[in-house]
């Protein structure tokens, strides 16, 4: 199965993942951890990605928003792309890295 950790997506520039769904948003906030961006469906409860300038939320009805969005941001400078990491990080640690989100993630584990 592949490994998916912090270390290894933090070489990339963008997270890709365009799902129908996601349970947990694990994989998500590991990318945020990481400093990388993301580029998601919305069909996650993460909203708004793109005022918070830490990655998209875009329609799977409109998937040529995506490589749009791809293509725009490989033509972003270095130095726009280390800020957009930053306010990943940032925004990682406001809304995971913390106590009480530490506790509502435990007990989602305890049957």
């Known amino acids: 199965a ?5 270390e290894v997506i933090s ?10 769904g996601e349970n947990f948003w ?4 590991e990318s945020f ?8 469906s919305d069909q996650t409860p993460w909203r708004q990605l793109n005022e918070k ?3 998209w939320d875009l329609s799977l009805n409109e998937a ?3 490589s749009k969005v791809i293509d725009k941001y490989a033509n972003t400078s270095s130095e726009v ?5 930053l306010k990943c990080f940032d ?3 406001i809304n995971f890295n913390n106590v009480s989100t530490l506790k509502h993630t435990v007990n989602l584990f305890k049957f």
């Open 2 to 6: 592949p490994v998916f950790d912090s």
């Open 81 to 85: 792309r280390d800020l957009k990491r």
């Open 26 to 29: 694990h994989v998500i906030a």
């Open 11 to 20: 070489k990339y520039d963008l997270f890709l993942f365009p799902t129908l």
């Open 91 to 93: 925004f990682y640690g």
């Open 33 to 40: 951890s990481a400093g990388t961006p993301v580029l998601i």
């Open 53 to 55: 300038d830490v990655g």
């Open 64 to 66: 040529g928003e995506f």
